[in-house]
């Protein structure tokens, strides 16, 4: 099974760019598909992107243009990239992992996740 750990959250003004990264451990890496979700307080957790083990990528609508996922098999690393910042992307973030190798956009059909990495955005 994968264990992930996320880093690279922090605070940014609006308007700026953070990297996030999901490094992976065990050697099946390449045949989980990827997501990152996103909780903010009060609210439940929201799909912010997937990348499948052929490297298809689908982004929520509300990050789309501004967020891009991505990742390095040779490092089993996933990332998210996050320009154009808002104060309304602030939330904690979590990547996720699915054995099904299938791009999905709903919580529950993942089965490993990471212990979250908080971003913060300041008007």
């Known amino acids: 099974q994968v264990q992930l750990v996320e880093s690279g959250g922090g605070l940014v003004q609006a308007g700026g760019s953070l990297r996030l990264s999901c490094a992976a451990s065990g050697r099946t890496f390449s045949n989980y598909a990827m997501a990152w979700f996103r909780q903010a307080p009060g609210k439940e957790r929201e799909f912010v992107g997937a990348i499948n083990r052929s490297g298809s990528t689908y982004h929520a609508d509300s990050v789309k243009g501004r967020f891009t996922i991505s990742r390095d098999t040779a490092k089993s690393t996933l990332y998210l990239q996050m320009n154009s910042l808002k104060p309304e992307d602030t939330a904690v973030y979590y990547c996720?992992?699915?054995?099904?190798?299938?791009?999905?956009?709903?919580?529950?059909?993942?089965?490993?996740w990471g212990q979250g990495t908080q971003v913060t955005v300041a008007s």
């Open positions: 996720a992992a699915s054995s099904s190798g299938v791009l999905r956009v709903t919580a529950m059909q993942y089965d490993r």
